[in-house]
């Protein structure tokens, strides 16, 4: 069980950058650092390498495979375990994302690397003496010292093992001995070059479909270790990478954001993006929202949850809607599991009910553990379009293995002001009978509740007029 319990909001352009792919250095905390480096302390000090293996075709979806390189550090202050064939070693999932059209989402995941051994280097400080390197079954990384996975490696199709093994809260996973090995899911027949590794859409990645996007590409470490020192929530790094026009292969782009997942990049894309931090008993969310206005004067609402490391895991996210507020166009997205591996991958319902518009997982922990819950790794998305602006208030976040509900502070949609008070300063009077004229006729698009469509019907006219002049005053 984590000791802290957390939540907490701040803008995006608040936060603080790693520097240096070769000189990178662990970043003051805000939310996504360890409140202690006491005990072991695992990272990613830099995603170091991309390998692309080529494509196949999914139920008719041309897929790419890729591998990320990852260079983990121990920043901690005791050695940190690695032992061959045990629970008490690393193991390595990872990501990839597109930020594209003021969204952020997950377009890419692999199965985890099993480390097998760590050398002693020097990526993030200067090593100390005490590590036992490769070539010895009870491999341990020092403290401060650094160890290279390149992609290559982390690519390994036989050493990559289910993300449903783990438990990444407790940092727990069965030793990978030969008969553990042996119960992992088969790979499926056909897709021979991109089993287990990052799959991603050829749609996803084509530069002439994506114009202006930005990729992303992020890695993480899971260790029992770690996790019992309480230094599990800042196990998480990415960097930039840029997409090749014919080839689609990836090459890496500037620095490596250290102990930092990539959803906090969104806010370096779009700074009107802010976050709420959320730690529930037994691990840590990060909530990041938007709200922009839409060419018809409605409002589009964007919500990104990422899972850093919570076994229990969300089941559903609610954002309370007042009456009189129409919401329109609710969406919702997630990343697919693949690979054969056991999770379910249907997608989450939406309803919109007594008062809350809420996305919600089809069963239940009782009714399915491996139905598709937000797991650790992951990262999902929620919008919609609602006539009114947004305020601060509080959305919902359900918990998938307790059943509980917790509140996560974003931006939501107001209560709307009485009907014919456009500007809403408590008073009906010539300024909104002016905004209401200046709207006259269709609304743009034809899309209900635009400025002065008092009744929704999709044109300004003299039934909302007439609502208006009898709220006069």
């Known amino acids: 069980m984590k000791s802290r319990i957390l939540i907490g909001t701040f803008a995006a352009a608040g936060l603080a950058l790693g520097v240096g792919q070769m000189t990178a250095t662990a970043v003051p905390g805000d939310g996504g650092t360890s409140d202690s480096q006491a005990g072991t302390d695992v990272i990613v000090g830099a995603i170091n390498g991309v390998t692309n293996y080529g494509t196949n075709t999914v139920n008719g979806v041309v897929m790419h495979g890729y591998a990320f390189g990852t260079t983990s550090c121990n920043i901690g202050t005791a050695v940190l375990r690695w032992s061959t ?17 003021g969204r952020i989402e997950q377009i890419g995941m692999s199965w985890m690397k099993y480390g097998f051994c760590a050398l002693q280097e020097n990526l993030c400080a200067t090593c100390q003496a005490g590590g036992v390197g490769c070539g010895s079954s009870q491999s ?3 403290i401060g010292c650094s160890d290279p996975y390149s992609s290559s490696l982390n690519g390994s199709q036989s050493s990559l093992g289910p993300r449903s093994r783990v438990n990444a809260s407790t940092g727990y996973f069965p030793g990978d001995t030969a008969a553990e090995i042996g119960s992992w899911p088969a790979m499926p027949a056909g897709q021979g070059n991109i089993n287990r590794r990052i799959q991603i859409k050829r749609d996803d990645v084509n530069p002439a479909l994506n114009v202006g996007a930005v990729y992303l590409a992020e890695g993480l470490y899971v260790h029992p270790d770690d996790a019992a020192a309480g230094n599990d929530n800042n196990n998480v790094s990415y960097i930039k990478v840029n997409v090749a026009a014919t080839t689609f292969n990836m090459s890496l782009s500037g620095s490596t954001f250290q102990q930092k997942p990539a959803i906090y990049h969104w806010g370096v894309v779009v700074p009107t993006v802010a976050y709420s931090v959320t730690d529930i008993a037994d691990g840590r969310f990060i909530v990041g929202y938007n709200v922009t206005t839409n060419a018809n004067g409605t409002y589009h609402y964007e919500y990104a949850i990422y899972n850093v490391n919570s076994d229990s895991s969300g089941s559903s996210f609610s954002v309370p809607i007042p009456a009189g507020v129409t919401v329109t166009n609710a969406t919702f997205k997630d990343i697919a599991y693949h690979s054969n591996e056991v999770y ?3 997608d989450w319902t939406i309803s919109n009910s ?4 809420r996305w919600q997982c089809t069963q239940t922990f009782a009714q399915n553990a491996n139905a598709n819950a937000l797991r650790f790794g992951t990262l999902y998305n929620f919008a ?5 602006p947004g305020v601060t208030g509080n959305t919902a976040l359900g918990v998938f293995k307790t059943g509980a509900s917790v509140a996560v502070r974003g931006l939501v949609p107001a209560t709307p002001c009485r009907s014919g008070d456009l500007d809403c300063n408590g008073i009906i009077n010539g300024a ?3 905004s209401l004229l ?11 509740g635009c400025p002065g469509d008092l009744n929704n019907s ?5 039934a909302d007029l007439g609502t208006m002049l009898s709220n006069w005053g």
């Open 344 to 346: 379910d991958g249907t």
């Open 85 to 101: 064939n045990s629970s008490f070693h690393p193991v390595i999932p990872q990501n990839a994302y597109r930020i594209k059209d």
């Open 384 to 388: 919609f379009d609602a006539n009114s």
């Open 432 to 434: 909104d009978l002016g």
């Open 458 to 462: 999709g044109i300004v006219d003299g």
């Open 354 to 357: 007594g008062g809350q518009l």
């Open 438 to 448: 200046a709207n006259w006729g269709p609304c743009p698009g034809g899309t209900p």
């Open 140 to 142: 341990t990384l020092g």
